[in-house]
């Protein structure tokens, strides 16, 4: 089994009309990666995360939780502190008119990519989100770009969008071991 991640709303670029608000559409997308990793939290393979948690990461259980103000993310994947790393395949369908140069062509595709990916980690603080800011534990992908060890990304028309700020995002994430050991050993072989 692999995640599948959804998203649909601006993906911010340096051409699209999301880049004035860049952040605010990042933490939108953060939030609704949130929703659905959520729902995962405890269950196997990521039993063990919460294990760790609970244990209040005694018996040398990494801390793998990251504070950003007052919030904490939790990320599923993290290299050095879980040991696991992430090969990710973005599937971007854009709302830009069918005539429209390609995205790719534009320089368009690496910038929302990047802006995908800032999406599935903890931000920065000078980016934290009032939205973000209200919540005390956020459920995040990943703990940084370190654990993005392959990508594929590819873009399509969204022929059911109205706007051509309107995107729909598919992230399928299939875990990578970076070093396994008897604690990670079912998120290693997860597939």
Request: aromatic content about 6%; glycine content about 6%.
């Amino acid at each position: 089994m692999k995640i599948t991640l959804t998203y649909r709303g601006v993906v911010p670029s340096a051409h699209s009309g999301g880049g004035k608000n860049k952040s605010a559409h990042i933490s939108n997308m953060r939030l609704a990666f949130h929703e659905q990793l959520k729902r995962l939290w405890g269950q196997p393979p990521f039993e063990v995360l919460k294990e760790w948690e609970q244990s209040d990461f005694k018996a040398g259980a990494p801390e793998f939780i990251r504070a950003v103000g007052e919030t904490n993310y939790i990320p599923y994947f993290d290299v050095q502190k879980v040991g696991i790393a992430v090969g990710l395949n973005i599937t971007l369908l854009s709302g830009e008119p069918h005539n429209a140069p390609q995205l790719i062509s534009k320089g368009d595709l690496d910038n929302r990519v990047k802006s995908i990916i800032d999406a599935l980690h903890p931000p920065q603080k000078d980016n934290l989100s009032e939205n973000e800011k209200e919540l005390n534990r956020i459920h995040c992908l990943m703990g940084d770009d370190e654990a993005v060890k392959e990508l594929t990304a590819s873009t399509r028309p969204f022929l059911a969008s109205e706007s051509h700020e309107d995107a729909f995002v598919l992230v399928e994430v299939r875990p990578i071991p970076m070093r396994v050991s008897a604690d990670n050993i079912e998120m290693a072989l997860w597939r």
